[in-house]
């Protein structure tokens, strides 16, 4: 990422699995969005880039929250105290759902355990 963000530009590392760029009500704050299964995506398309799901600056003085769909910034309406708290509850139980699914499909430590001294016979 550059030190100096550009207005107007997505700035994707996927090296580094994150997404960034100047807040779209033009207050200056950078705005960092991990990507990843539980976190936002991005989609490159020919009309510009989707950043999936909404950005909401809720710890910026903006509050602004907004999608950016084929590189266009949509505004989404505010959100109140109680929405950003139940917001963030939703993805924290996504998260945990996601990692706890992930976790059964490897089977926990002890599978992962059996299944290599199972290699050696």
Request: aromatic residues 12%; charged residues 25%.
């Amino acid at each position: 990422m550059p030190k100096q963000l550009e207005p107007g530009i997505l700035y994707i590392s996927e090296e580094f699995g994150t997404a960034a760029h100047l807040c779209a009500c033009g207050c200056g704050a950078k705005i960092r969005t991990p990507l990843g299964p539980t976190e936002w995506s991005v989609e490159e398309t020919d009309a510009g880039p989707t950043l999936r799901p909404s950005v909401g600056n809720w710890q910026q003085a903006c509050k602004s929250h907004y999608v950016i769909y084929r590189g266009e910034v949509n505004w989404a309406e505010p959100w109140t105290d109680q929405e950003i708290h139940d917001g963030r509850m939703r993805e924290g139980k996504r998260r945990e759902a996601y990692y706890r699914a992930l976790y059964r499909e490897s089977g926990g430590p002890l599978d992962k355990l059996a299944r290599w001294i199972k290699r050696f016979f």
